[in-house]
């Protein structure tokens, strides 16, 4: 069974980096099957794809933040990280890191969810 | 980007009442549609892809239709355990995109 762990820094003053890490257990990273993708949801809100990371090290970035997000893997620990830089209270969100399927981007696992505020 | 409209909102429904999510897409999206599941302080669970194919372990009750801009999700019998948001997911093209989310509560 495959697990996904958030893991980072809960508050993050504005005009700094959040920085995330999800790591992965049951499965490996490297199997090439899978996308390995980051996603948010503000407090009350709806749901946003971050964007995704391949094992190669390929990337996808949403548009709307590809300005601010890197998204980096690392195959050794079996873990994916979130950089997203420049932070404002609208940064403000519940991260969650989860899982989509090569040929078809459904999400089937995901992690639990980190909560990280935005705030001096 | 595809821009995905559930309707309604809110819903509120009986135990027991048959129940139908509508999640319309901006441009077609094919057949690249999932449903999630997602409670109050959880991840979002997977129900349905590709339309209308259930993931494993989730209840024959669920049930997708529809194709290109349209699409419902249907709940046929309403259990305690399913008032939640539902969410709608088109894969067709970047950027992923999600609807607003669907709120069915308790009548």
């Known amino acids: 069974q495959v697990q996904l762990q958030e893991s980072g820094p809960g508050l993050v003053k504005p005009s700094q980096t959040l920085s995330l890490t999800c790591t992965v257990s049951?499965?490996?990273?490297?199997?090439?099957?899978?996308?390995w993708s980051w996603i948010r949801q503000p407090p009350g809100k709806g749901l946003e794809w971050i964007g995704y990371?391949?094992?190669?090290?390929?990337?996808y970035y949403n548009p709307s933040l590809k300005s601010q997000v890197t998204i980096s893997v690392d195959t050794s620990k079996n873990q994916f990280s979130l950089k997203l830089i420049s932070v404002t209270a609208a940064d403000t969100a519940v991260y969650f890191c989860?899982?989509?399927?090569?040929?078809?981007?459904?999400?089937?696992?995901w992690g639990q969810g980190t909560l990280v505020t935005v705030s001096s | 980007d595809i821009q995905m409209t559930q309707s309604p909102s809110t819903l509120s429904a009986s135990v027991g009442d048959r129940v139908t999510i509508t999640c319309r897409a901006s441009?077609?999206?094919?057949?690249?549609l999932a449903w999630y599941q997602q409670k109050p302080g959880k991840a979002p669970n997977l129900l349905i892809y590709?339309?209308?194919s259930l993931k494993s372990g989730v209840p024959s009750r669920f049930s997708g239709s529809g194709s290109g801009t349209e699409f419902t999700l249907t709940i046929s019998s309403l259990q305690p355990d399913d008032f939640a948001t539902y969410y709608c997911?088109?894969?067709?093209?970047?950027?992923?995109?999600f609807g607003q989310g669907t709120k069915v509560e308790i009548k």
């Open positions: 441009q077609s999206v094919s057949s690249w």
């Open positions: 590709d339309v209308s």
């Open positions: 049951g499965g490996s990273i490297s199997s090439g099957d899978y996308y």
């Open positions: 990371i391949y094992y190669s090290g390929s990337t």
């Open positions: 997911q088109q894969y067709y093209t970047y950027p992923w995109t």
């Open positions: 989860a899982r989509a399927t090569l040929n078809a981007a459904r999400f089937d696992y």
